[in-house]
């Protein structure tokens, strides 16, 4: 299976892709933010270790995050997504808003990783305008400012789960009839994102339904904090923990992986492969 992106086809077949996250919002420091120099520096860091991706980010949407200014946003991004345009490796933005989205396309990025799943007034129609580009949809429940509150699935609907799947099989309808190929969009559940610890857990478990719906399965457990409930640890010290995560996440069928730590991840996917176990598709 290939995903198809505005200037690269990646073979989603041979093995795993490894998305390297670039944020540039001034909390993350650990991953890019403190300025724009050292969001460049840290992209290419991530490139030398071996990222497939580059997935820069603007807009903190950790749970109780706000977000910045359109125009904030774009200071954030663009100079990043300039410069990491030039690396011969493909370029996703993680954003949600159509001003940023044709900013970025116009400025060579390969693909729009929409936490918001191109919901927004004008998103569809800022992707439409660049026949090509890649596009990955989230499942999130609620807003990054409250998601975590009080997330709630109802059983009616197949709990978290059949929601997810059911919201996902929606948009994929709804922007693949707006004219944007299949072949240019990937799914993300959304682990973290509006929903409890039991809530990630039951939708990880089950992954394997989501590839029903047909596309490729992108998933980001790196650092959530659903993993530090899990082994106790604080989010500086769930290196092990999330590069597990990403293992887990393929063997569940993941064909992307979005990591803060790209190396250690890189290295465990070799290992993966070595063993013959990404030969055993679910």
Same mark, same amino acid.
């Given at each position: 299976m290939l995903w198809q992106t505005a200037r690269f086809a990646l073979d989603l077949r041979a093995r795993p892709?490894?998305?390297?996250?670039?944020?540039?919002?001034?909390?993350?420091?650990?991953?890019?933010?403190?300025?724009?120099?050292?969001?460049?520096?840290?992209?290419?860091?991530?490139?030398?270790?071996?990222?497939?991706?580059?997935?820069?980010?603007?807009?903190?949407?950790?749970?109780?995050?706000?977000?910045?200014s359109v125009e904030e946003e774009l200071c954030r991004v663009l100079p990043v997504v300039r410069q990491a345009v030039r690396w011969g490796v493909p370029v996703s933005v993680d954003t949600s808003?159509?001003?940023?989205?044709?900013?970025?396309?116009?400025? +060579?990025?390969?693909? @729009?990783?929409? =936490?918001? $799943?191109?919901?927004?007034?004008? /998103? *569809?129609? #800022?992707?439409?305008?660049?026949?090509?580009?890649?596009?990955?949809?989230m499942h999130m429940q609620g807003q990054p400012a409250t998601m975590q509150a009080n997330p709630c699935y109802e059983e009616a609907n197949g709990g978290v789960v059949g929601e997810v799947r059911a919201f996902l099989a929606d948009r994929l309808a709804a922007v693949t009839a707006a004219g944007v190929a299949p072949a240019c969009i990937t799914l993300d559940p959304g682990y973290g994102f509006g929903k409890s610890q039991a809530h990630n857990l039951a939708l990880w478990r089950a992954q394997r339904e989501l590839l029903a719906l047909g596309r490729p399965l992108l998933v980001g457990w790196s650092r959530k904090g659903t993993l530090?409930?899990?082994?106790?640890?604080?989010? +500086?010290?769930?290196? @092990?923990?999330? =590069?597990? $995560?990403?293992?887990?996440?393929? /063997? *569940?069928? #993941?064909?992307?992986?979005?990591?803060?730590?790209?190396?250690?991840?890189?290295?465990?996917?070799?290992?993966?492969?070595?063993?013959?176990?990404?030969?055993?598709?679910?």
């Amino acid at each position: 299976m290939l995903w198809q992106t505005a200037r690269f086809a990646l073979d989603l077949r041979a093995r795993p892709l490894v998305m390297g996250i670039v944020n540039t919002t001034p909390d993350s420091f650990s991953d890019g933010g403190r300025d724009t120099a050292a969001a460049i520096a840290h992209a290419e860091r991530l490139c030398a270790e071996g990222a497939d991706i580059l997935d820069i980010g603007g807009e903190s949407t950790r749970p109780g995050s706000q977000m910045p200014s359109v125009e904030e946003e774009l200071c954030r991004v663009l100079p990043v997504v300039r410069q990491a345009v030039r690396w011969g490796v493909p370029v996703s933005v993680d954003t949600s808003r159509p001003e940023v989205i044709r900013a970025v396309l116009e400025a +060579g990025a390969d693909i @729009v990783n929409d =936490v918001r $799943a191109l919901t927004w007034p004008g /998103a *569809l129609a #800022a992707v439409q305008a660049f026949p090509g580009v890649g596009v990955c949809l989230m499942h999130m429940q609620g807003q990054p400012a409250t998601m975590q509150a009080n997330p709630c699935y109802e059983e009616a609907n197949g709990g978290v789960v059949g929601e997810v799947r059911a919201f996902l099989a929606d948009r994929l309808a709804a922007v693949t009839a707006a004219g944007v190929a299949p072949a240019c969009i990937t799914l993300d559940p959304g682990y973290g994102f509006g929903k409890s610890q039991a809530h990630n857990l039951a939708l990880w478990r089950a992954q394997r339904e989501l590839l029903a719906l047909g596309r490729p399965l992108l998933v980001g457990w790196s650092r959530k904090g659903t993993l530090g409930q899990i082994t106790g640890r604080p989010v +500086g010290e769930r290196l @092990v923990a999330s =590069v597990s $995560a990403a293992l887990a996440s393929v /063997a *569940l069928g #993941a064909r992307i992986v979005r990591v803060h730590d790209v190396a250690a991840t890189v290295d465990a996917l070799k290992v993966w492969q070595a063993a013959g176990l990404d030969d055993v598709q679910p």
